[in-house]
């Protein structure tokens, strides 16, 4: 599935663009056309290759673009004009090529999992003093943000966004994030400024917590000890950013419950083992949420949750498809990770008929003659035979479109990382 | 990496490096907008300046990329002095411990820097003399046994601020050794330096 980047071309360099279309379009420039076309089927039909892609692709920019300097379309061109085409180049190039160079090998995108974890992790109990950051710097929605797949998007800035132009202040705050993600692999006590049984407890706890774990004293079937839970609320509730409270809660767990928990199902009485199931942890974790006093902070990185239908445009529907695909496999792994089977996620029917309902709308902007396409997507607004002067009859188009479940670039993503 | 474009006008990337609060940041507003904070914010963010300076021989555009002093981001350090074309190790003089870092920023792009890299000693904060705790002699050897281009600079009161960003301009390699002859090449001739009081001889 490709995102809609329909608007890409027009919305971030017009000029730039349409310049390189221009030319493009003029019959002397089939030979460059042959070349670009050439240079992506074959690039697209190698297996990746970490080592050589990067440079396969700066080296056919760089030749281009030099090509394009002693070419008569450009002739008595100026600097700038000459620095569109290569833009209009490389961005033409890159979202032919995107699919097959984003998160397109298992190492990036297990990567992309472990930094958000980990990001996700620490921005439980890391808090802007622990940097010696000033308060005028504490900007709470830069310090909880948790862009997904950001290892990837800087490695893909890295390795092609064209080498030439990734140089002064672009390269000094391309330096700052790379620096800032390092740091973040590398977060230990120390870098914490705290003492190292104090960071492994609180990092456990984050995890607990991110799981739900931390909170699972208090399943409806065993809540006996009224006193003791409030107790233990208010640990939670005190506790929660500045130490960890597990140890209360462990106690309170052995105190009070057994370790099998009987369940009423189905007007059966069963024994289950203590393990609790996915939808106790959600009861659990629901209502807690509802006693957070931060009860936002939580929702401010899911950006549809208070959308309505109408709200939503086409792209939309891309980014949310892939927000679900996410989800999904987050629910499936925690599942699993808790050893919880047998547990489908609520309202799957539902959301089956919603993708086929996104499916079919994709078929009706078809039939409309609006492309769904990214490929296609961005040239829609210009001109069709530039389209099919650029790419028409190029059958890689199709092998491109198979994106598995995680490396499905969403429209919003898309925007910020096309140069 | 200093480059060259037209008219032997070089673009050159220079990194500031220095324990925290040495006085960095301040230098650099000092040359670049002639300003001084007493307070200077820490720096965690965008801290990048350029500025150009007209030599005789050459136009350099400085790409400076100041860099947060504290330990905890040492190890970033290489992502940002990788490539630069100059580097300005700084240490306040009434730090010793500030002093000890700088010579471990020294040893530091010894080793890993680029090995063309223009590296200048700035004691900052030599207004504060009845402070002192660095020896200026002392300084000066060590940089003499380095290599180093030392002087004493005052971000407060300017003195010497200008000086050591254009000796650092100097001392780049001009590009391309055809469109000099060679005696221009060699600008960083003992005999050419800047003369600074606070030297050694």
């Not at chain 2, 300003?35 to 965008?46: H, V, Y």
Request: charged share 25%.
């Amino acid at each position: 599935m490709e995102s809609g980047c329909g608007d890409l071309g027009s919305s971030t360099a017009p000029l730039t663009w349409h310049d390189f279309l221009e030319r493009m379009r003029q019959p002397s420039a089939a030979d460059f056309v042959k070349s670009i076309k050439s240079f992506i089927v074959t690039f697209s039909n190698k297996a990746p290759d970490l080592e050589k892609d990067s440079d396969a692709v700066q080296e056919f920019l760089a030749d281009m673009e030099d090509a394009f300097r002693a070419h008569k379309l450009w002739a008595g061109s100026s600097e700038e004009e000459l620095e569109s085409a290569g833009e209009g180049l490389e961005k033409y190039v890159m979202t032919k090529l995107f699919n097959r160079v984003f998160a397109s090998v298992p190492e990036d995108v297990n990567s992309d999992e472990q930094l958000f974890e980990k990001m996700a992790l620490l921005q439980q109990f890391v808090r802007p003093e622990n940097l010696e950051i000033k308060p005028a710097f504490h900007n709470e929605t830069s310090w909880l943000a948790n862009p997904p797949q950001l290892h990837s998007n800087l490695l893909y800035i890295q390795r092609y966004r064209r080498k030439s132009r990734l140089v002064s202040e672009a390269a000094y705050f391309f330096t700052n994030i790379l620096s800032a993600e390092t740091f973040i692999w590398n977060i230990d006590a120390q870098a914490l400024s705290m003492d190292e049984i104090e960071f492994q407890k609180k990092m456990n706890c984050a995890r607990e917590h991110l799981l739900g774990l931390s909170t699972n004293s208090e399943n409806p079937v065993s809540q006996t000890k009224l006193d003791g839970t409030q107790k233990t609320e208010e640990i939670l509730k005190t506790n929660r950013l500045s130490d960890c409270y597990l140890p209360a809660i462990r106690q309170q767990n052995n105190s009070n419950q057994a370790n099998e928990v009987s369940m009423n199902l189905g007007g059966q009485n069963i024994l289950i083992p203590r393990k609790q199931s996915v939808s106790d942890l959600e009861n659990k974790g629901s209502s807690d949420l509802l006693k957070d006093d931060h009860l936002i902070r939580y929702f401010q990185q899911y950006p549809f949750l208070y959308a309505r239908a109408g709200d939503l445009s086409v792209e939309d529907v891309e980014n949310l498809l892939n927000c679900y695909k996410k989800l999904v496999l987050k629910y499936i792994s925690l599942s699993k990770g808790m050893g919880v089977i047998n547990e489908s996620l609520p309202g799957q029917n539902m959301q089956m008929l919603s993708k086929t309902e996104t499916l079919k709308e994709f078929d009706d902007a078809k039939v409309l003659g609006i492309n769904s396409e990214k490929d296609e997507g961005i040239y829609r607004e210009d001109d069709v035979s530039i389209e099919n002067l650029l790419s028409g009859g190029d059958d890689s188009e199709t092998k491109r479109t198979s994106g598995g479940l995680v490396d499905n670039p969403s429209a919003e993503r898309e925007k910020e990382v096309c140069p | 990496m200093a480059s060259a474009g037209k008219n032997n006008s070089i673009n050159a990337k220079l990194v500031l490096l220095g324990d925290m609060g040495a006085g960095k940041s301040s230098l650099v507003l000092r040359f670049v907008k002639g300003q001084f904070l007493e307070f200077q914010e820490s720096t965690i963010g965008a801290a990048f300046f350029s500025q150009t300076l007209a030599l005789s021989d050459a136009t350099v555009k400085f790409e400076i990329w100041d860099t947060a002093g504290q330990e905890r981001y040492h190890s970033l350090a290489p992502m940002y002095y990788r490539g630069a074309a100059a580097a300005i190790i700084v240490y306040d003089i009434t730090s010793t411990e500030s002093f000890e870092r700088a010579k471990k920023w020294v040893q530091e792009l010894q080793k890993q820097g680029n090995p063309n890299m223009v590296m200048a000693l700035a004691g900052n904060k030599a207004d504060l003399e009845e402070k002192r705790k660095v020896a200026t002699e002392e300084a000066c050897t060590y940089a003499e046994e380095n290599g180093l281009f030392f002087i004493e600079t005052s971000a407060k009161t300017a003195i010497n601020v200008n000086d050591i960003f254009y000796e650092i301009a100097r001392r780049l390699p001009r590009a391309q050794p055809a469109q000099n002859p060679a005696g221009m090449v060699l600008s960083d001739r003992p005999a050419e330096r800047l003369q600074t009081s606070s030297c050694c001889s």
